[in-house]
């Protein structure tokens, strides 16, 4: 009986082992060739799982303090977006406007 026991026991770290790892490659995406600030970037991967990030290939619970700053970052981004947005589509508009008028 022991033997089984021993037999089941070591089966189930092995699982728990193998669900663990794929669980963790589950929860990541790898983002492919994409411009940033004038300069190529490469293969990277992130997280795909709220409140992680990746951290030296390994992903890692971000601290309360990262999420709230996170937050606050993309609240901001968000309104300069929109602020650049606009003013671009103020441009292209009299630019068009500009280039109808000239019969082109």
Known sequence: ??????????????YKVFVATALDE??????????????????????TRPGYTMRGGKLVRMSSGERMKRKR???????KR????????????RSLRKRQSLGV
């Open 73 to 79: 970052g993309a609240r901001k981004g968000k309104v």
């Open 82 to 93: 929109k602020a650049k947005m606009a003013r671009a589509m103020i441009k292209r508009k």
């Open 1 to 14: 009986m022991e033997i089984l026991d021993q037999i089941a026991e070591a089966k189930l770290t092995a």
């Open 26 to 47: 589950a929860n990541f995406k790898i983002v492919k060739a994409r411009v940033r600030n004038g300069k190529i970037q490469r293969k990277k991967k992130v997280s």
